[in-house]
């Protein structure tokens, strides 16, 4: 086979298993993000956190949507964005960490492929 046909193949192999790795990671993340809460599954996000923030500093009753479409009353504001807030810092933490794990895997992987640039004949 050619070495450029090898190169090439080399180096779409390593996209695609970068491409899954990060893929894996966000799958790991989505899930860490998830909050049970009075018999209903939320996901932590920034949006909610900060509508729950408002809501509670507003001190308006709380009505949110879970994952599943339902809509609750939220007893307890201020336990919930507390959950919230907790549950995102973690996800994203592990984020952090996980990314960082495959960074310095990347940097130090001796037989990363170099980028490659030829021109078509």
Known sequence: MDTRLNDALAFANYRLTLQVQRQNIDARVNTALLVSYQNAIFKASQELIAYV????????????EDNSGNVIQITDPNEFLTILINIYDSGMELKQQELQKLIKQNQYNSEKPKTIQYELA
């Open 53 to 64: 923030g408002l809501k509670t500093m507003r001190a308006e009753r709380l009505l949110i």
